[in-house]
T-cell receptor, first 110, second 113 residues
Framework: GQQLNQSPQSMFIQEGEDVSMNCTSS?????WLWYKQDPGEGPVLLIA?????ELTSNGRLTAQFGITRKDSFLNISASIPSDVGIYFC??????????FGPGTRLSVLP | EADIYQTPRYLVIGTGKKITLECSQT?????MYWYQQDPGMELHLIHY???????EKGDLSSESTVSRIRTEHFPLTLESARPSHTSQYLC??????FGYGYTFGSGTRLTVV
C-alpha cells in the first residue's frame, strides 16, 4: 500500500536551534498536512499544503509542498521547549483517506 | 465551541469485558475515523465512516466494531477485551470535500489487564 517515510525518526536539539524534517513517498499526493502530537493528546493540525511548490508559514513553522509532489518539508525556527512532541506528515490522493507517516520525535534540550 | 470529544480519557478493565469508547463531534462533519496508536508510535486507521449508516474497516485489522447511527456520534466497541487491545484509541472527523484536514480528539488510553 501507500507508504510515507519521515526523516529523521527522532532528533535531539538545543533550545534556540532551527529544525528541519521531511516526508517522502514513492507516490504522488495532492495534499500534504503536518500535525504535532503532544504526549497523551491527539494530533493537532499545524499546516496544510495544496499545491506543488507551495510554501506556507504558521508562526515559527514553515512547510513546503515538494515540486515532485512526492515529498514535503517542515522547518521550525528558533526552537523552544514546547516544540517537543511527535510531528506527523499526512498525504492525500483523490478519493482516498489521508495516509500518515510514522512521525519524527523531537526533543528540545534547555 | 465546535470540537470532538472522547470518553473516557483513561480506562483500565479486566480481560473478557465488553467496552464502548465514545466519540462525539459538534462540527457537523460527515466523515469520522478511528485510529489505534501505541504510545509514541504510528497511527493505524482501524475504522472510518463517510456518513450515517456507513462504516468501513481501515488498513489495520481490528476486532473492534463501530456504528454510525447519528452524524455526531461514532462509538467503538470491543465485545471481549484482551491485553493485546491495550493501546491509545484516537477519534477524528473531517468535512466532506477534497483536502480537508482531520480534527482529532484527545484519545482514550485503554489498558486491559
Amino acid at each position: 500500500g501507500q507508504q510515507l517515510n519521515q526523516s529523521p525518526q527522532s532528533m535531539f536539539i538545543q533550545e534556540g536551534e532551527d529544525v528541519s524534517m521531511n516526508c517522502t513517498s514513492s507516490s504522488i499526493f495532492n495534499t500534504w498536512l503536518w500535525y504535532k502530537q503532544d504526549p497523551g493528546e491527539g494530533p493537532v493540525l499545524l499546516i496544510a499544503l495544496y499545491k506543488a511548490g507551495e510554501l506556507t508559514s504558521n508562526g515559527r513553522l514553515t512547510a513546503q509542498f515538494g515540486i515532485t509532489r512526492k515529498d514535503s518539508f517542515l522547518n521550525i525556527s528558533a526552537s523552544i521547549p514546547s516544540d517537543v512532541g511527535i510531528y506527523f506528515c499526512a498525504g492525500l490522493k483523490d478519493g482516498q483517506n489521508f495516509v500518515f507517516g510514522p512521525g519524527t520525535r523531537l526533543s528540545v534540550l534547555p | 465551541e465546535a470540537d470532538i470529544y472522547q470518553t473516557p480519557r483513561y480506562l483500565v478493565i479486566g480481560t473478557g469485558k465488553k467496552i464502548t469508547l465514545e466519540c462525539s463531534q459538534t462540527m457537523g462533519h460527515d466523515k469520522m475515523y478511528w485510529y489505534q496508536q501505541d504510545p509514541g508510535m504510528e497511527l493505524h486507521l482501524i475504522h472510518y465512516s463517510y456518513g450515517v449508516n456507513s462504516t468501513e474497516k481501515g488498513d489495520l485489522s481490528s476486532e473492534s466494531t463501530v456504528s454510525r447511527i447519528r452524524t455526531e456520534h461514532f462509538p467503538l466497541t470491543l465485545e471481549s477485551a484482551r491485553p493485546s487491545h491495550t493501546s491509545q484509541y484516537l477519534c477524528a472527523s473531517s468535512e466532506v470535500g477534497f483536502g480537508y484536514g482531520y480534527t482529532f480528539g484527545s484519545g482514550t488510553r485503554l489498558t486491559v489487564v
